[in-house]
Nanobody, 116 residues
Framework: QVQLVESGGGLVQTGGSLRLSCAAS????????MGWYRQAPGKQRELVAT???????NYADSVKGRFTISRDNTKNTVYLQMNSLKPEDTAVYYC??????????WGQGTQVTVSS
């Protein structure tokens, strides 16, 4: 089993920044990709950003240019640097890890609130 521990959420004003962290531990035999999703009240969970094992990244159009995903392979940790935050970014952010054979794991979620 794999455990994902998230941190870094909080309350910021519009235009502020936050950096989320997600540390993976456990039976990590291989990682296809790690990423971040978010879910706001009344909305479906949506993809924010992903990074594959070789470093390629993918971003939702709504965050492109403002958010940056990165990872530290030695620590099995993925980060999400969020700049120029908007109230629309308010959501619970979930870390995700994909392994071969279809194994998928989720973190507990961390709240990000952007006030005006």
């Amino acid at each position: 089993q794999v455990q994902l521990v998230e941190s870094g959420g909080g309350l910021v004003q519009t235009g502020g920044s936050l950096r989320l962290s997600c540390a993976a531990s456990g039976n990590i035999f291989s990682i296809n990709a790690m990423g971040w999703y978010r879910q706001a009240p009344g909305k479906q969970r949506e993809l924010v950003a992903t990074i594959i094992s070789r470093g390629s990244t993918n971003y939702a159009d709504s965050v492109k240019g403002r958010f940056t995903i990165s990872r530290d392979n030695t620590k099995n940790t993925v980060y999400l640097q969020m700049n120029s935050l908007k109230p629309e970014d308010t959501a619970v952010y979930y870390c995700n890890l994909n392994q071969p054979r279809g194994y998928t794991y989720w973190g507990q979620g961390t709240q990000v609130t952007v006030s005006s």
